[in-house]
């Protein structure tokens, strides 16, 4: 069993950045791919960015490509986004998940374990 537990939303203006920190339980944690999706009111919940196990495999939403960041630190068990330039569309609940089989990527029924979430609001 894998806990996922994200830090680092908040209220922040647009143009301005914030960095999602999203640590994990479990010794297994490097073997694990790591995505950030989001969920903003009244719409689905959405893939936003993924890394394989290794991190050298990195993926990105079109809108946030060139803009957020994913890393991890294995050594910590955790996995960040990093966001800059960010919009009032920007503004969900951003959520962090793991995906066993290494491999991620942007399909969400690949990934087994969900945080609770973390705000992020982008006022124009």
């Known amino acids: 069993q894998v806990q996922l537990v994200e830090s680092g939303g908040g209220l922040v203006q647009a143009g301005g950045s914030l960095r999602l920190s999203c640590a994990a339980s479990?010794?297994?944690?490097?073997?694990?791919?790591m995505g950030w999706f989001r969920q903003a009111p009244g719409k689905e919940r959405e893939f936003v960015a993924a890394?394989?196990?290794?991190?050298?495999?990195?993926y990105y939403a079109d809108s946030v490509k060139g803009r957020f960041t994913i890393s991890r630190d294995n050594a910590k068990n955790t996995v960040y986004l990093q966001m800059n330039s960010l919009k009032p569309e920007d503004t969900a609940v951003y959520y962090c998940?793991?995906?066993?089989?290494?491999?991620?990527?942007?399909?969400?029924?690949?990934?087994?374990?969900w945080g609770q979430g973390t705000q992020v609001t982008v006022s124009s």
């Open positions: 998940a793991a995906d066993p089989s290494g491999s991620g990527g942007l399909v969400q029924g690949k990934y087994d374990y």
């Open positions: 479990g010794r297994t944690f490097s073997s694990y791919a």
């Open positions: 890394n394989s196990w290794t991190g050298r495999s990195t």
